[in-house]
């Protein structure tokens, strides 16, 4: 038993009849036009993660800026309520 119920003559049968019908040069041009296209594909995805990891991080580093912003408005409004109340 090979393959789900098939034999190896049998899946060997099938490839012959496959390469009598399409011949080895059309075999060999659909796989070399099938693996471009899955590495076309893979490239595809690849870039796309890029994208949205590097949009990820501008909007954290804006995020970072406005938060280190509001930060140091509290410090300064902390230290100047600090000196009022030694002044006073």
Do not use: P
Not at 40 to 64: C, I, W, Y
């Amino acid at each position: 038993m090979g393959l789900g119920g098939i034999s190896i003559w049998q899946l060997l049968i099938v490839l012959a009849i496959v390469v009598l019908i399409f011949g080895t040069k059309r075999l060999k041009g659909m796989g070399t036009d099938l693996g471009g296209a899955l590495k076309g594909f893979k490239d595809a995805v690849a870039t796309d993660d890029d994208a949205d990891k590097e949009q990820n991080l501008e909007a954290d580093s804006a995020a970072d800026a406005s938060n280190n912003t509001v930060n140091k408005e509290k410090a300064e409004a902390t230290s100047s309520s600090d000196n009022s109340d030694k002044s006073a």
